[in-house]
């Protein structure tokens, strides 16, 4: 997994006003989860932009909220290619991924980011780009390669977390298909249905003609 490294500042003022004046200026309101777990009732003391999110009613999980530049993010959110964010939060150090982006549905301009804070002991689960590598048999014989799922859901430690899910389909056969549970990554566990088709070899007009030629000589 790539690196990305990000400055972010404490946000305070949570209002709606408030928000459309950060966006006004090329900002963009955000938000760390996946924080430490405090017991309740909390005696700590929150830093900065920090909270607390219930859990159930003895516990809760300290996110915090946060403005990055929109100019900053840029390359880290219109790309395929998924990063381990380091995020520089005045002065404090914090690890973590994207996890969901909201953006205006009109214009499709970035509204919010959601960040989970990473941990080295921690799986979390991602969806990482899906990379075909090979020449498959039922292409050779006339047929079509189609992609169904470009992006699959993994959990891991997110340190083990590759940038591609590289799936071979050199013996992927005509009107063949490959689905998530004929797969398998190495410290990776797939959380799409097993049954869900990742690649498949359609039978084009001509490998039809062909395989009926093929049938009746």
Avoid: W
Avoid at 45 to 62: P, Y
Avoid at 85 to 103: H, M, P, R, T
Avoid at 134 to 153: D, F, I, P, Q, W
């Amino acid at each position: 997994m790539k690196k990305y490294a990000l400055n972010a500042q404490p946000r305070t003022e949570l209002g709606k006003k408030s928000v459309k004046a950060l966006r006004n200026e090329g900002k963009i309101p955000a938000v760390i989860n996946g924080g430490q777990i405090v017991e309740l009732p909390y005696n700590g003391t929150l830093k900065e932009g920090q909270k607390l999110v219930a859990i159930d009613a003895k516990r809760a999980l300290i996110s915090t909220d946060i403005v990055v530049n929109a100019e900053d993010v840029r390359k880290l959110i219109y790309t395929p290619d998924i990063f381990e964010v380091d995020l520089n939060v005045n002065g404090e150090e914090i690890k973590a991924v994207v996890k969901d982006l909201q953006f205006q549905p009109v214009k499709d301009t970035l509204l919010h980011i959601d960040f989970l804070q990473v941990y080295p002991d921690k799986p979390v689960v991602m969806e990482v780009p899906v990379k075909i590598e090979g020449h498959a048999e039922g292409v050779k014989a006339g047929g079509k390669l189609t992609l169904s799922m470009r992006k699959l859901k993994v959990k891991a430690l997110y340190n083990e977390i590759p940038e591609r899910l590289v799936v071979n389909v050199d013996n992927l056969g005509l009107g063949k298909s490959m689905a998530v549970g004929d797969l398998h990554f190495e410290g990776l566990e797939l959380m799409n249905a097993k049954n869900a088709v990742v690649c498949a070899v359609q039978l084009t007009r001509a490998a039809r003609g062909a395989q009926a030629k093929a049938e009746n000589a």
